[in-house]
C-alpha cells in the first residue's frame, strides 16, 4: 500500500463554507472513493487554507483515474473548484500532486 500526502490551499473567506461541506461529504461520493481505492483518506486544514490530505491506496493514478471516471466526482469537483488559490484551470482532483516521502516510522 502506497501513501500519498499532497497539498492543496483553500480560499481564506471559503474556509468555514469548505469546513460545513465535508461534514456532510455526500454518501454516493464516499463509496466512490472507497471502491476506487481510496483508503484511510484525509484531509486537515490550517486556520490560514492550507489543505493537508493523505491517503492510501495501491497505485494512486489509477484511483485518481477510476475517481475521474465517476459522474458523482464530476459533481463533487464541479462544486469544489471554488474553494481553491492556485488550481490553474485543473479540478482539484488533478491539482492533487504528492508530495515526496522522506521518512517513515513504522
Not at 454518501?27 to 493523505?54: C, I, K, Q
Not at 469537483?77 to 484551470?89: R, S, T, V
Request: a negative charge; hydrophobic letters at 45%.
Amino acid at each position: 500500500m502506497r501513501r500519498v500526502c499532497f497539498l492543496l490551499k483553500v480560499r481564506q473567506d471559503r474556509i468555514e463554507e469548505y469546513l460545513e461541506r465535508h461534514e456532510a461529504v455526500w454518501p454516493e461520493m464516499r463509496a466512490a472513493l472507497a471502491e476506487t481505492g481510496w483508503h484511510n483518506y484525509s484531509l486537515f486544514l490550517r486556520e490560514d487554507g492550507l489543505l493537508v490530505g493523505y491517503l492510501e491506496t495501491e497505485d494512486f493514478e489509477a484511483a485518481q483515474a477510476a475517481m475521474a471516471a465517476t459522474e458523482v466526482n464530476a459533481r463533487w469537483q464541479a462544486e469544489m473548484a471554488p474553494f481553491f488559490e492556485a488550481l490553474d484551470g485543473a479540478r482539484p482532483d488533478e491539482a492533487m500532486k504528492p508530495l515526496t516521502e522522506v521518512f517513515h516510522l513504522a
